[in-house]
Nanobody, 117 residues
Framework: QVQLVESGGGLVQAGGSLRLSCKASGIIFGVKGMGWYRQAPGKQRELVASITSGGSTNYVDSVKGRFTISRDNAKNTVYLQMNSLKPEDTAVYYC???????????WGQGTQVTVSS
């Protein structure tokens, strides 16, 4: 069984910063990649950033230059540094884990990020 636990969300003013963390625990073998998704009220969940086991990163255009995803492989932890936050970044942010050994997508419980104008 795999568990993902997120932390670091909260309320911040526009222009501020937050750092999200997601620690994976359990039977983890052959990590393909980890990522952060977000879902705002009334909108579909979207991929924000992802990082492969080799360190390749991908970002949605709206966060490029502002957000940085990173990983600590030894700790099975992924981070999302969010700078220059905007009100449109307000959403529940979810951590995602994919492994080569299974087709199952693992998700965290979500952490709320609210950016006030």
């Amino acid at each position: 069984q795999v568990q993902l636990v997120e932390s670091g969300g909260g309320l911040v003013q526009a222009g501020g910063s937050l750092r999200l963390s997601c620690k994976a625990s359990g039977i983890i073998f052959g990590v393909k990649g980890m990522g952060w998704y977000r879902q705002a009220p009334g909108k579909q969940r979207e991929l924000v950033a992802s990082i492969t086991s080799g360190g390749s990163t991908n970002y949605v255009d709206s966060v490029k230059g502002r957000f940085t995803i990173s990983r600590d492989n030894a700790k099975n932890t992924v981070y999302l540094q969010m700078n220059s936050l905007k009100p449109e970044d307000t959403a529940v942010y979810y951590c995602n884990l994919q492994m080569w050994t299974t087709s199952i997508d693992y998700w965290g419980q979500g952490t709320q990020v609210t950016v006030s104008s």
